[in-house]
């Protein structure tokens, strides 16, 4: 482990000052008034250097130096004789000095400093590569432009003048650097060929396309036959005896008279479902504009039943009351939340506590409930 020099802090690697060897393990260690002999050195040498070199360029030229292009055009124009950058033969050649091997002959020092032959070949490259497109791209183009890759489409999309161009230009280059003689079909055979290479990936696209059909299409007659099957096994809709029916309604309305029954119901209350039953509690939490000891009706009662029967709402029952007192307003019992982050050291704890609001189920009146039409 290696000790930091202004606040002994421990690491395996620390950083060292290049000037004083000091070990130090930020720039807050740096930057301390142990190491300020060493920093604030640096830092006037740093700014004299910089001043220097700021007045030295002041003060060779007060005028503003002109760019290469600037330069260039002025030889074009004629205003200057030399060719910029260009220099004269070495200081070597005008003492008398005899050059050695790796001098340059005279009359052929280099034309360019080094900083605009970096220039010209950037120059050089960038109009390279303004002449130089991929194949993809090609393709990119053509089908932007509706032209497919074939020999009969791009000829296709020429004009008669411009075909007559492109032959010309073609059977030239052909004739240019191969030395053969003049073929009518080599241009034809040239850009067949050319194409043939992609002819590959057109195949894979194609086949891709075809895998996406199938599955989709497979995927379509699933669904048809799945619903086909599910429309075939359901059970068909049928009238109801109205005896049956009849039977069915006097037994629920004899349940629900008696008063020895105990009924039970499925509301709706505050984002949830509950099954409550007669003097029963429920316990809401958040802050509810409710007042103890007020009464309230929940009237989304999505069923209510008892030992003997259930009914169920489409999707309520609206002839279905549940009659509820407000009895308590308090706060949860305080919950702990524990927050812990190891590599910064920070330890939270929370107690948290929720406003509650507790309900006692009154009634559960389902008196109308055989006058219900969607039930």
């Not at 190891?342 to 506590?353: D, G, P, Q």
């Amino acid at each position: 482990m290696i000790r930091c020099d202004f606040c002994s802090t421990e690491r395996r690697e620390q950083y060292k000052c290049p000037r004083c060897n000091c070990n130090y393990c930020s720039l807050r260690c740096y930057r301390n008034e142990k190491h300020s002999n060493c920093s604030e050195s640096f830092y006037k040498e740093c700014l004299k250097e910089h001043l220097e070199g700021k007045h030295f360029e002041a003060g060779s030229d007060n005028q503003k130096q002109d760019t290469f292009e600037e330069r260039m055009q002025k030889y074009l124009n004629g205003e200057i004789d030399g060719i910029p950058g260009a220099g004269t033969s070495g200081n070597a050649a005008e003492e008398g000095d005899p050059l050695d091997s790796d001098d340059e002959e005279a009359g052929v020092s280099s034309a360019f400093p080094a900083k605009e032959n970096q220039y010209l070949e950037k120059v050089v490259k960038d109009t390279v590569d303004d002449y130089v497109l991929d194949e993809d791209e090609i393709d990119r183009k053509l089908l932007g432009l509706g032209i497919g890759g074939e020999v009969d489409q791009l000829l296709g999309a020429l004009s008669e003048e411009e075909r007559a161009t492109f032959a010309q230009l073609a059977e030239q280059i052909h004739l240019d650097t191969s030395g053969n003689v003049r073929n009518e079909d080599y241009l034809v055979n040239c850009i067949s060929y050319f194409f043939s290479l992609r002819r590959q990936h057109f195949l894979i696209l194609f086949v891709h396309m075809i895998i996406f059909c199938y599955s989709a299409l497979t995927e379509m007659f699933r669904n048809a036959l799945m619903r086909g099957l599910a429309r075939r096994m359901a059970t068909r809709a049928e009238v109801v005896d109205e005896s049956a029916q009849k039977q069915v309604c006097s037994t629920i309305a004899s349940e629900v008279a008696d008063l020895a029954n105990r009924l039970f119901a499925v509301v709706y209350l505050n984002g949830r479902q509950w099954k409550v039953g007669q003097n029963d509690l429920i316990a809401l939490r958040g802050n509810l504009p409710l007042a103890v000891g007020e009464r309230i009706k929940l009237e989304k009662v999505l069923m209510v039943g008892g030992s003997k029967f259930s009914v169920f709402g489409r999707p309520l029952l609206d002839s279905v009351t549940v009659e509820a007192t407000v009895v308590e307003k308090t706060t949860t019992y305080p919950e702990l939340r524990y927050d812990r982050n190891n590599h910064r050291h920070v330890k939270a704890i929370h107690w948290l506590s929720e406003e509650m609001t507790v309900l006692r189920i009154n009634e559960i009146n389902a008196k109308d409930l055989l006058k219900e039409p969607s039930s």
